[in-house]
């Protein structure tokens, strides 16, 4: 085995040939960003699953049996998974989870991309297999929460072969842009625009806050909009999301479609995500004297 750096597990020794563990080198797992990551994605789950008097407090302990899984696919995707509700063997576990994960591929369309967790990881309590799992379903729903860029860690892969124990280091890429995330990879007149004017377009990065799209949504629909539904001065991520989601509210209800982009992405200053809002503005209301 290589030198051992590494904190060997009971579970390590009992691999069977061929078989590997993966484990998260502790220097990554101290990480700023990968602490702010797993926090985000445990609010969030508990945030959805805050009407089944679930909480999740470790993400390997409490989602590897398949139970929060089932009842947080329930909640995301408005349907019902054919699984028993309690589940106490391994194999009925693991027969949950392969409902679960399969309907999550049914959901995701990978078009042939490798997925990158599997029953097994899942139930063995696979940390960054879950964390690649959690990350695609909130990208694949739109979560209204912002996940840090670019978190990567550190993974020792332990093998065992001929009797031995081997272990490799890997990285580990668990988000990168959310724009990439997103999936968003279609060229249109507005990568045109980005690509041949960026200059131009730090206007739009005034609309970031949302005080000027809920202003501007008053002056089109001619109405006056109550101080007290929106922060004036905004002064932290939270509020100006909460501003941004306020305006999209006024959107709808003055008849514009659902924006596509999410309340994060203009404040997160993602400037095509901001031009289409506009852009849908101007759209509906161009003939305004």
Known sequence: MSPASVEIHPEDILLEENQERMVIDPTSRDDPRFRELVKVLIDWVNDVLVGERIIVKQLEEDLYDGQVLQKLLEKLAGCKLNVAEVTQSEIAQKQKLQTALQAVQELLRPHGRALQWTVDT??????????????ALAMHFRAPIRLPEHVSVQVVVIRKREG?????????????TTEMMMGRFERDAFDTLFD???????????????????LLMGLLEDYFVPLHNFYLTPDSFDQKVHNVSFAFELMLDGGLKKPKARPEDVVNLDLKSTLRVLYNLFTKYKHLE
Not at 123 to 135: E, Q, S
């Open 164 to 176: 031995l124990l081997h272990s490799s280091h890997v990285t580990e890429e668990l988000t990168t």
């Open 122 to 135: 899942i139930h063995g309590k696979n940390l960054v297999a879950i964390l690649h799992l959690l990350v």
């Open 196 to 214: 041949h004017a960026p200059d131009k377009l730090s206007v739009v990065k005034k609309f970031a806050d949302g005080v000027y799209l809920v």
